[in-house]
C-alpha cells in the first residue's frame, strides 16, 4: 500500500489515505485517472479525472495555484528508479495550504 492524500473536492476535505494501484487511484477520483502538474516542492504525482470536466461536476480544486480540477484528486509521492509508486512526502497541513475548493454555479 503507497500512502496517499485524498482531495475530496466534493465535501472540501483533505485527509490521509491508502492506495494500492490504478483501481484504488480510479476509485477515488471517480474516473480515469491523468497526471495533473503538481508544482510544490516535495516531488509529489497528483492524479485528477480525466475526463473531470466532461462530467458536470459543480465541484472543483486548484494546487498551489492551478486551474481549477472539476473532481476529487489523489496526491502520491513522485514514481521510484522502477517506475513504482511511493508514499506521498507532504503532510496534510502542507496540501491544506496548497489546495483552495470551488463550486460551480450556473450551467
Do not use: C, W
Amino acid at each position: 500500500m503507497t500512502k496517499a492524500i485524498f482531495i475530496d473536492a466534493q465535501h472540501n476535505t483533505i485527509y490521509a489515505t491508502e492506495v494500492s494501484g490504478l483501481k484504488d487511484l480510479q476509485r477515488l477520483v471517480q474516473g480515469l485517472i491523468e497526471v495533473a502538474p503538481a508544482t510544490d516542492t516535495s516531488g509529489s504525482t497528483l492524479y485528477v479525472d480525466e475526463e473531470g470536466l466532461l462530467k458536470n461536476y459543480n465541484y472543483a480544486f486548484s494546487y498551489n495555484g492551478s486551474d481549477p480540477y472539476y473532481g476529487n484528486g489523489v496526491l502520491i509521492g513522485a514514481a521510484d528508479e522502477h517506475g513504482n509508486d511511493t508514499d506521498v512526502l507532504a503532510t496534510i497541513e502542507e496540501v491544506k495550504q496548497r489546495v483552495r475548493f470551488y463550486v460551480r454555479i450556473g450551467g
